[in-house]
């Protein structure tokens, strides 16, 4: 059966003054599946998810998203952009407001829905998020860092959407703290119908929640397939990546 295809990126290049970041990068992402972007220190992941945001344009290419490319003059952006949802690596929580007023922020701002239903549904989108309810106005700065993830999660889906950005979403968790996180996101992957592309670091990730693995080098993506398959790759870059992460992954759980 044919995939749907929610992401396109094809013939893409970046470049910052004379360094180029990507070169001929092509990249197709499916409709509900979980992809995640990996590769070594300044392959490009965090400012292709950049592009993919509209924060970065690229020099050259093309990026479809949901059968709107992005980089056309005219292109609705905006409206897009409440197509999906964005958990930021450090959460991006306003400090001066509470979790509920962060998490219903967009719904008072885009709607005009009255401030009970906001209210109604922004505590529905904290439950799904496994945000404790009684926390609920608590301040950024009182939150553990699992509870800070699980909050921006809620203020990431409070919009219905169907992509889903996450960077870096267990940076700076626990262990356990970190396959929690990772266990809600397929579980709302599958009951929200989501697409989610992720960038990550983390091992533990790439095994257990994510589908496919996209892996960049050498200025483009070098091979996206699922990670039991990825890691037998010959591609020297791969090899060493993976030979690195499984040194680290030992020494983090002390085996």
């Known amino acids: 059966m044919e995939q749907t295809i929610a992401i396109s990126i094809k013939d893409l290049q970046s470049q910052f003054g004379g360094e180029v970041i990507h070169d001929h990068l092509d990249l197709t992402i499916y409709q509900g599946e979980i992809i995640a972007l990996v590769g070594g220190s300044g392959c490009g992941k965090t ?19 949901l059968g709107i490319d992005i980089l056309k003059r005219g292109a609705d952006l905006l409206s897009l ?3 999906w949802g964005v958990l930021f690596q450090q959460g991006a929580l306003f400090s001066s407001l ?3 007023e962060n998490v219903a922020f967009v719904l008072k701002e885009l709607t005009a829905l009255p401030k009970d239903i906001i209210e109604t549904m922004s ?13 609920a106005h608590k301040y950024p700065s009182e939150l553990s860092g699992g509870m800070l993830k699980r909050a921006a999660l809620a203020r990431a889906i409070i919009m219905d959407p169907e992509l889903l950005f996450l960077d870096e979403p267990t940076s700076g968790l626990d262990p356990i703290s970190a396959a929690s996180l990772d266990s809600l996101v397929v ?3 599958k009951s929200l119908g989501l697409t989610i592309v992720l960038v990550t670091h983390d091992p533990d990730t790439l095994w257990t929640a994510v589908d496919r693995v996209a892996f960049l080098g050498d200025k483009r993506v070098l091979a996206v397939k699922p990670m039991a ?9 791969i090899q060493a990546y993976f030979a690195s992460a ?3 992954r030992k020494e983090h759980h002390g085996n």
């Open 187 to 189: 579980d709302l992957q």
């Open 246 to 248: 499984r040194t680290e």
């Open 47 to 65: 400012t292709l998810l950049k592009q993919l945001l509209g924060l970065h344009k690229p020099t050259r290419g093309e990026i479809n998203i």
């Open 229 to 237: 398959e990825l890691i037998k790759d010959p591609h020297p870059l």
């Open 123 to 135: 505590y529905m989108k904290m439950k799904m998020a496994h945000y404790p309810l009684d926390s």
């Open 81 to 83: 952009q409440r197509r």
């Open 98 to 100: 509470t979790v509920l």
